[in-house]
């Protein structure tokens, strides 16, 4: 299965004979085919930004990517971009918030938000029930919130475990703009992710704002976010915006393919390459 998608992130042309094609499933078909982009083209997310899609990186569009978290178990989400490297097995999943320009000037207290973080697991885990989703416990962070202010990128990563004591980690970055910002949550294996960050951080050099989108690009009377960087983190932006529909469907489903990573690698990945 590699192969067949390593393939197809070199071209579109037929990549699998009539027998290969038969040994896939159903599902197997149906994630091939998908609507992939590869490079050198550039792929939209919506009409805020674009990503130059790198080699080796295949990109979704909005109404694919509502298909592939079908495909792979998870509720769709509304307005979601997908960025997927088959080589490596990971994937990163984009949604702009139209939350108003958020300050940069907050010094982010890591452990005081992971107090917060902890405090608000049981509503979370009651809202992931609602979901028909398995709990998810957090443990602490595996890399603290840290800010580029050059790249106006805020990335962290989490440590969680499910019911049966199984560990996963949540890495998320936050990407700054004139009138909100971009999420862009990787979801890939545990035993890869200092490997895969690296790759994911790559790629994102290929991301930019649109003219008129950028952070730079702020003018006075523009709308200002309710919150700071730290509430990026700590989930506070989701309260806020919650009411208003999006983005708390999206959360669900970020983490519902963190909980469902171990299986999507391994039935993508696990049979035998020949």
Known sequence: MRKILVALSLSLLTIFSANAANELSEADK????????????????????KIKIPKDVLFLGNQDTQKFLKLNGNPEAPNTYTIYNPTEGWFAIFHFTAAGYVKDDEKIDADALMKSMKERDKVDNEDRKKEGLPPLYLDGWYIPPRYDSATKRLEWATKLHDEKNVSTINFSTRILGRGGYMSAVLVTDPKTLDRDIKSFNTALTKFEYNPGERYSEFKEGDKIAAYGLGALVAGGAAAAVASKGGFKLLWVAILGAFAAVGAFVKKLFGKKQG
């Not at 982009?37 to 930004?49: F, R």
């Open 30 to 49: 149906a994630l091939l085919a998908l609507d992939w982009k590869t490079s050198p083209a550039t792929g939209d997310i919506g009409d805020k930004a």
